[in-house]
């Protein structure tokens, strides 16, 4: 069974502090997804990657996805209030576009 | 272009009632899915239809959970009877490939 492990499960910072978020597994996924939900509302799709290595940047947000294949992490520069959500990542294996879903982190940035 | 639509938002039910929750994604996406999100944790795929053909539904409690998706397009899934379990929220998405869009999302509590 694939699995997707994020971390931290929450984290709460200071509006203009840079932050780290960690999505790791033991298998190896051919496409990863970074989503952010807000309340009352669906995921969002930020950006995906599909080459090991590779880093995309999005404004403030830099992803990357691991060598490997098995890991990926979000990076936020400078967090602002409007940053505050669920981050989700989420892995793609096979030609059946399913997705594995991680089981989020919680950021809030205080003003 | 339209999002994903559901309806409906918010549904609360007593125990060993049935309920049924509508999805409409975006046009030409061939990939409609189904997903619950337990409060704190992230989506888990419940069914999973191409075209108008299920491609996974390993995940789903066939005992309790059935969905169709007629002609292809609109999907419907219904719990019958529910259970305190059951209360979470209960994603649609659509696709073409990879990128799944989501809709907002039906709110269930089972009381």
């Known amino acids: 069974t694939q699995l997707l492990e994020q971390s931290p499960q929450f984290l709460s910072i200071q509006e203009g502090e840079n932050l780290t978020v960690y999505c790791n597994s033991s298998?190896?996924?051919?496409?990863l997804q970074w989503y952010r939900q807000e309340p009352g509302e669906g995921p969002v799709l930020l950006v995906t990657v599909v080459t090991g290595g590779e880093v995309k940047k999005l404004k403030r947000l830099t992803f990357q996805f691991g060598d490997a294949r098995k890991d990926s992490s979000l990076h936020i520069t400078a967090a602002q209030p409007g940053d505050t959500g669920l981050y989700l990542c989420a892995g793609g294996g096979d030609s059946s576009y399913k997705l594995i879903f991680g089981s989020g982190t919680r950021l809030l940035v205080r003003p | 272009e339209a999002g994903v639509a559901q309806s409906p938002r918010y549904k609360i039910i007593e125990k060993r009632q049935s309920v049924a929750f509508w999805c409409n994604p975006i046009s030409g996406h061939a990939t409609l899915y189904w997903y619950q999100q337990i409060l704190g944790q992230g989506p888990k795929l419940l069914i999973q239809f191409q075209n108008n053909g299920v491609v996974d539904d390993s995940q789903l409690p066939k005992d309790r959970f059935s969905a169709e998706r007629l002609k292809g397009v609109d999907s419907t899934l219904k719990i019958q009877p529910a259970k305190l379990e059951d209360s979470a929220v209960y994603l649609c998405?659509?696709?073409?490939?990879?990128?799944?869009?989501f809709g907002p999302g039906t709110r269930l509590t089972v009381t």
């Open positions: 998405a659509s696709s073409l490939l990879y990128e799944q869009y």
């Open positions: 298998s190896v996924f051919s496409s």
